[in-house]
T-cell receptor
Framework: DQQVKQNSPSLSVQEGRISILNCDYT??????FLWYKKYPAEGPTFLIS?????DKNEDGRFTVFLNKSAKHLSLHIVPSQPGDSAVYFC??????????????FGSGTQLTVLP | NAGVTQTPKFQVLKTGQSMTLQCAQD?????MSWYRQDPGMGLRLIHY???????DQGEVPNGYNVSRSTTEDFPLRLLSAAPSQTSVYFC????????????FGEGSRLTVL
């Protein structure tokens, strides 16, 4: 029973267009959400996060949106660049329970940005 | 900057053999953890530690042991390897002030025959 789901294993977009990666969660205790990016043969690296008290957080080309009622978050990348091609993992944490660093990860989405 | 260093990067074991995956960090992070990554399942937490001498179980702890004798090191031990433990293992660390912004090592790919 996956508590964090990324239903799209892969996504291809043209360079310069918007990439939208989606993530759903089922555990109501989750109140902090993160996105990680992973290149082949490397460990995941932190990209952006959002607290449940917000519905949007921006960092340059990356924006994360949170819809608490739908238990859904999305990562928007605008404009997409070939260097963004990687696996993106959604993760969630129940920080209010004191478990801020015990992340539950989704299965990942392979993003390919075509030149 | 070394960050989180894992050794070995690749290892092949036979069923029943034991081994230790090493993890060291040089960022003075109190929190360290081990994850395994399997196809279609993302990363799953095996064990974690909030400081030297303190460890606890994550989502999939069976078949693995850990210890934390120093702040820097957090080894993961497989006492009797099984084919189901074939996976890529990631060690991660975080500061006490963070909220899940983990720093990951490059991973250790383990194959159990």
């Amino acid at each position: 029973d996956q508590q964090v789901k990324q239903n799209s294993p892969s996504l291809s977009v043209q360079e310069g267009r918007i990439s939208i990666l989606n993530c759903d969660y089922t555990n109501s205790m989750f109140d902090y959400f993160l996105w990680y990016k992973k290149y082949p043969a490397e460990g995941p690296t932190f990209l952006i996060s959002i607290s449940s008290i917000k519905d949007k957080n921006e960092d340059g080309r990356f924006t994360v949106f949170l819809n608490k009622s739908a238990k859904h978050l999305s990562l928007h990348i605008v404009p997409s660049q070939p260097g963004d091609s990687a696996v993106y993992f959604c993760a969630a944490s129940p920080i209010s329970s004191g478990s801020a660093r015990q992340l539950t990860f989704g299965s990942g989405t392979q993003l390919t940005v075509l030149p | 900057n070394a960050g989180v260093t894992q050794t070995p990067k690749f290892q092949v074991l036979k069923t029943g053999q034991s081994m230790t995956l090493q993890c060291a960090q040089d960022m003075n992070h109190e929190y360290m953890s081990w994850y395994r990554q399997d196809p279609g399942m993302g990363l799953r937490l095996i064990h974690y530690s909030v400081g030297a001498g303190i460890t606890d179980q994550g989502e999939v702890p069976n078949g693995y042991n850990v210890s934390r004798s120093t702040t820097e090191d957090f080894p993961l031990r497989l006492l009797s390897a099984a084919p189901s433990q074939t996976s890529v293992y990631f060690c991660a660390s975080a500061s006490t002030g963070g909220f899940g912004e983990l720093f990951f090592g490059e991973g250790s790919r383990l194959t159990v025959l």
